[in-house]
């Protein structure tokens, strides 16, 4: 069975500029979580998704992040504009549907804002 | 303020040893699990504990939940050089929300 993939691995941006992260989740996984980590802090909560519906974006920054989960498969989380203060690594989590279960997670991007 | 925190920040120690390491939160949890990363590398969960158990065996994995105190810890015995990461506890609230701590850097020297 596939894991979670993201794409890309690491990414290199300019201040001002868009990224979009991708996530695929394994086949099934109703929920799907994006964390993001500054570097030596803590993994955040982003935001949490059922199917393809938004069920907590409480984590999410600010309205310069935008994530979609259309059709209920993958995600994108997009960056636009870029500050240097979004670098850091972006992970990506999935999990069956209902609660209490373990989260199966991508390796992450590397986002780096310059 | 964070849900989850981890003491220590990073421990060293010899292989064959056993490792230590604790979790705190803040408010009430349905479930905490234990995740490792091992550099460059997404997380691998190891254990799950719910919130009506009060300890968990997996292996050389060895958790523990005092609700009343709201802390966890995990023990690793008889440690390995593989087993070198960062650990996370990361706790799952009633409304199915999910923290992560800070995490505790593990060295284990062969």
């Known amino acids: 069975e596939a894991g979670v993939t993201q794409f890309p691995s690491h990414s290199v941006i300019e201040k001002g500029q868009t990224v979009t992260l991708r996530c695929d989740p394994i086949?099934?996984?109703?929920?799907l979580y994006w964390y993001r980590r500054v570097m030596g802090k803590e993994i955040k909560f982003l935001l949490h998704f059922v199917k393809e519906s938004k069920q907590d974006e409480s984590g999410m920054p600010n309205n310069r992040f935008l994530a979609e989960r259309t059709g209920g498969t993958y995600s994108t989380l997009k960056v636009q504009p870029a500050e240097l203060e979004d670098s850091g690594v972006y992970f990506c989590?999935?999990?069956?549907?209902?609660?209490?279960?373990?989260?199966?997670f991508g390796p992450g991007t590397r986002l780096t804002v310059t | 303020s964070q849900q989850g925190e981890e003491d220590p920040q990073a421990l060293s120690i010899q292989e064959g040893e056993n490792a230590t390491m604790n979790c705190s939160y803040k408010t009430s949890i349905n479930n905490l699990q234990w995740y490792r990363q091992n550099s460059g590398r997404g997380l691998v969960h190891l254990i799950l504990?719910?919130?009506?158990?009060r300890e968990k065996h997996s292996g050389r994995l060895r958790v523990t939940l005092d609700t009343s105190k709201k802390s966890s810890s995990l023990l690793i015995t008889a440690s390995r050089a593989a087993d070198t990461a960062s650990y996370f506890c990361?706790?799952?609230?009633?409304?199915?929300?999910?923290?992560f701590g800070t995490g505790t850097s593990l060295t284990v020297i062969p």
């Open positions: 990361a706790t799952e609230l009633l409304g199915n929300q999910f923290y």
């Open positions: 504990i719910r919130s009506n158990e």
């Open positions: 086949s099934g996984h109703d929920n």
């Open positions: 989590a999935s999990s069956p549907s209902g609660g209490g279960f373990e989260q199966y």
